[in-house]
């Protein structure tokens, strides 16, 4: 895959488009309501700095957490958010995030933040800033899934960290471009050789076992859970890691 094609694919996506159109309109309500620039650098420095935080610690004891699946209104949703993100780590159809779960978490996340620091001019700000935040992150989630090797040598290690993350040992490198709550937490790891291979990297935990215990995400998908991806072999750029 070719840059431009890796764009395309990206900027086209329905749920890139709603972020994009959803960062601007709030970017917008910030200038329009604030008095101060400082009512809107501020809320979005803090924004940019909590991200990888909350996304850390949603990715790892949210997404990674094994109590979604076990109840029946929450089992569709921890499948489309996640289980079949790993279960198939390059389809782009399950790559992004879904908006109807994806902005409430947004929103959740940096308004607070926002209104905290300058009311609700700082809210729309953070708000901006969390949307667009998001649209670096997806892109660079394409780039760690899609067949495309990065010639920048940090985007290229990030990638190798992620691959790492689904096709090597999930407990860890739970990071999309920044890992360092990883390293603070002491879950980051750089090479693959550094921690066992995971048993359950591509499942999450939910094997035949806890299948047939809590059915319903099996029921959702119409086939049992795999503990392997369509194609058995890591990619090269995980490979080079070993």
């Keep these: 895959m070719t840059l431009p094609e890796l764009w395309l694919a990206y900027a086209t996506y329905p749920a890139i488009i709603l972020y994009a159109l959803s960062g601007v309109a709030a970017a917008a309500v910030a200038l329009a309501l604030t008095t101060r620039w400082t009512e809107i650098a501020l809320p979005v420095v803090a924004v940019l700095i909590a991200y990888p935080v909350a996304w850390y610690l949603i990715h790892r004891f949210i997404l990674h957490g094994r109590w979604l699946y076990k109840m029946k209104w929450s089992a569709a949703l921890w499948k489309r958010i996640h289980f079949d993100h790993h279960q198939d780590p390059h389809r782009l159809e399950v790559l992004f995030g879904s908006p109807g779960n994806t902005l409430?978490?947004?929103?959740?996340?940096?308004?607070?933040?926002?209104?905290?620091?300058?009311?609700?001019?700082?809210?729309?700000?953070a708000l901006?800033?969390?949307?667009v935040t998001t649209c670096v992150y997806e892109?660079?989630?394409?780039?760690?899934?899609?067949?495309?090797?990065?010639?920048?040598?940090?985007?290229?290690?990030?990638?190798?960290?992620?691959?790492?993350h689904h096709f090597h040992n999930e407990n860890g490198n739970y990071g999309i471009i920044s890992f360092m709550p990883d390293v603070l937490l002491g879950t980051y790891y750089r090479h693959a050789r550094e921690v066992p291979k995971s048993p359950s990297v591509y499942n999450l935990g939910y094997d035949l076992d806890e299948a047939r215990r809590y059915p319903r995400v099996m029921e959702l998908t119409g086939a049992p859970p795999r503990d392997r991806p369509p194609s058995a072999f890591a990619p090269s750029d995980l490979k080079a890691t070993l």
């Design 104 to 125: 409430p978490t947004i929103a959740l996340v940096t308004l607070p933040i926002g209104y905290a620091i300058a009311a609700w001019p700082g809210a729309a700000a």
């Design 139 to 164: 892109f660079v989630h394409c780039i760690q899934h899609l067949n495309y090797k990065p010639k920048s040598r940090l985007v290229l290690r990030m990638k190798q960290n992620h691959l790492a």
């Design 128 to 131: 901006a800033a969390g949307l």
